[in-house]
């Protein structure tokens, strides 16, 4: 059959507050395991929660970020479940009257932009962990995180493949990040997402039954897990079998996801007002303050780098997947004069070669926007071959200096001559009479092997152009 893969993601983004969301214990990470769980998140007897400003306002933030509704009134609700990381046996979140409804989030595959839609956002708390892999047959509980405040964002099962659910993942990562809401460290799980996968035959509107695959906490076991999981779908139904409502995990051992309980459905946790916690109630005032705040988000950025620059619509994506990198790209265009589009390729290509092999965000570059810049006038203005300036790029980036220190010192300076390069364009010439022949015969690749033995001769610092024109001239 002709499948059609239907997808919604409920993604957590830990926020970055210091101290949990209704207590004032610290949210660091990496702490001595309970050193971090003071007795509003252990539940003792007679504690009572207090609501965090900061993570309301960081839920104003993304709300507004991405467009959506913001309640004047919202209410937190418990949830009740049983498990051995949650003390109280409910988990305060948000059900009926979230802080955020709707919205959208723009993502771009193979060039094309398409809008996921949002369902919602609630503040919640985290649960601790249960270690089970530092015991010998049994488990242990660390309740440092029971308590950390997340923003939940639900969206539409609008996308229709693991490379669309990817790329709204990272938009999504880039945005939370960009708006300093969330830290996006997926190591430390401060931002992870639990996948809905559901498969019917393409052409039909009635969705199919849906599996959850819990806690996916990188893109590439995100892309993996959604392609398994609708597999074992489609096999599954066309062997003649249904698929069963449950939650599934990821075990990236096998690359294979595997049932982990049945799916709840809301009355099974059986919500209710939570009677120790007022109405969430917001000033339109405080909106307000909170929308000046806002920095250019990544969308208005993108459209302003087509617009302005003259950028690819694929490279301004690019550019704009972290604020960072954009901030390091303006910063070279600023320092260069002007070449938008000469500093995006530079930018693109070595520096973020430089970036992935360091493991660094561009503000910690080696390579600093001034430096980059200085190179990128010298490719400009002849100075030196595209060639040389990779080489001068990988001195900069080692700490040996600034461009023209660095291609004075390795004579790295473009041979613009013409007598000079017409003296080299002779040379190979009458060695080469071979390539001479076959490219007088037709052969169109003699041509271009001549010029590598002119850039050869020159140790690759003679003008490219030059050397094709004055070849081409003597060739007839």
């Known amino acids: 059959m002709d499948w059609?893969?239907?997808?919604?993601?409920?993604?957590?983004?830990?926020?970055?507050?210091?101290?949990?969301?209704?207590?004032?214990?610290?949210?660091?990470?990496?702490?001595?395991?309970?050193?971090?769980?003071?007795?509003?998140?252990?539940?003792?007897?007679?504690?009572?929660?207090?609501?965090?400003?900061?993570?309301?306002?960081?839920?104003?933030?993304?709300?507004?970020?991405?467009?959506?509704?913001?309640?004047?009134?919202?209410?937190?609700?418990?949830?009740?479940?049983?498990?051995?990381?949650?003390?109280?046996?409910?988990?305060?979140?948000?059900?009926?009257l979230p802080i955020v409804s709707g919205g959208t989030l723009a993502i771009v595959v193979d060039g094309e932009e398409k809008r996921v839609r949002l369902t919602r956002a609630h503040l919640e708390e985290d649960a601790g962990k249960s270690l089970h892999e530092d015991f010998h047959g049994m488990?242990?509980?660390?309740?440092?995180?029971?308590g950390t405040p997340l923003l939940e964002i639900v969206s539409e099962p609008d996308m229709r493949s693991a490379r669309e659910?990817?790329?709204?993942?990272?938009?999504?990562?880039?945005?939370?990040?960009?708006?300093?809401?969330?830290?996006g460290n997926m190591q430390e799980g401060s931002f992870r997402c639990d996948a809905n996968v559901s498969v019917r035959p393409k052409g039909s509107e009635k969705l199919g039954t849906r599996c959850e695959i819990k806690n996916l906490n990188s893109f590439r076991f995100l892309e993996k897990a959604i392609e398994f999981e609708a597999r074992r779908q489609m096999h599954l139904i066309e062997d003649g079998g249904t698929v069963r409502q449950e939650t599934r995990l990821w075990d990236p051992q096998k690359g294979e996801t595997r049932s982990m309980r049945s799916k709840e459905d809301?009355?099974?946790?059986?919500?209710?007002?939570?009677?120790?916690?007022?109405?969430?109630?917001?000033?339109?005032?405080?909106?307000?303050?909170?929308?000046e705040s806002l920095p250019e988000l990544p969308s208005a950025m993108r459209e302003r780098f087509v617009g302005d620059y003259g950028l690819a619509p694929v490279d301004a994506t690019t550019?704009?997947?972290?604020?960072?990198?954009?901030?390091?790209?303006?910063?070279?265009?600023?320092a260069a004069g002007g070449e938008p589009k000469a500093c995006a390729n530079w930018v693109l290509g070595e520096l973020s070669a430089l970036l992935n092999r360091l493991e660094v965000e561009a503000d910690s570059s080696p390579v600093r926007p001034a430096s980059l810049a200085g190179l990128v006038k010298r490719v400009l203005d002849g100075t030196v071959t595209g060639k040389a300036a990779k080489e001068v790029f990988e001195a900069i980036a080692?700490?040996?200096?600034?461009?023209?220190?660095?291609?004075?010192?390795?004579?790295?300076?473009?041979?613009?001559?013409?007598?000079?390069?017409?003296?080299?364009?002779?040379?190979?010439?009458?060695?080469?009479?071979?390539?001479?022949?076959?490219?007088?015969?037709g052969k169109e690749k003699a041509f271009n092997a001549l010029v590598g033995q002119v850039m050869k001769a020159s140790q690759g610092k003679a003008n490219p152009a030059q050397a094709n024109a004055i070849l081409k001239g003597k060739l007839g």
């Open 319 to 334: 550019l704009t997947a972290s604020k960072s990198l954009a901030t390091y790209f303006e910063e070279v265009v600023k």
């Open 165 to 183: 659910a990817v790329a709204y993942a990272k938009a999504l990562h880039s945005l939370v990040r960009w708006i300093g809401i969330c830290d």
């Open 266 to 291: 809301a009355q099974d946790y059986r919500y209710f007002p939570d009677p120790d916690l007022l109405p969430v109630e917001i000033a339109p005032s405080w909106i307000v303050a909170v929308r």
């Open 398 to 441: 080692a700490g040996e200096g600034e461009a023209d220190a660095i291609i004075e010192k390795r004579g790295l300076r473009q041979i613009s001559d013409s007598g000079a390069i017409e003296a080299l364009v002779d040379q190979v010439l009458a060695a080469n009479p071979k390539l001479v022949d076959d490219y007088r015969a």
């Open 4 to 96: 059609e893969i239907v997808i919604g993601l409920e993604t957590h983004a830990q926020l970055s507050t210091a101290s949990k969301i209704f207590s004032g214990a610290s949210t660091a990470f990496g702490a001595a395991p309970n050193t971090q769980a003071c007795a509003v998140d252990i539940a003792l007897p007679g504690v009572l929660p207090v609501l965090n400003r900061g993570a309301v306002e960081r839920a104003i933030r993304f709300g507004l970020a991405v467009g959506a509704t913001i309640a004047p009134r919202s209410v937190f609700a418990r949830k009740n479940y049983f498990y051995p990381d949650l003390p109280k046996g409910y988990q305060i979140s948000q059900y009926e």
């Open 139 to 146: 488990s242990g509980i660390d309740l440092n995180r029971a």
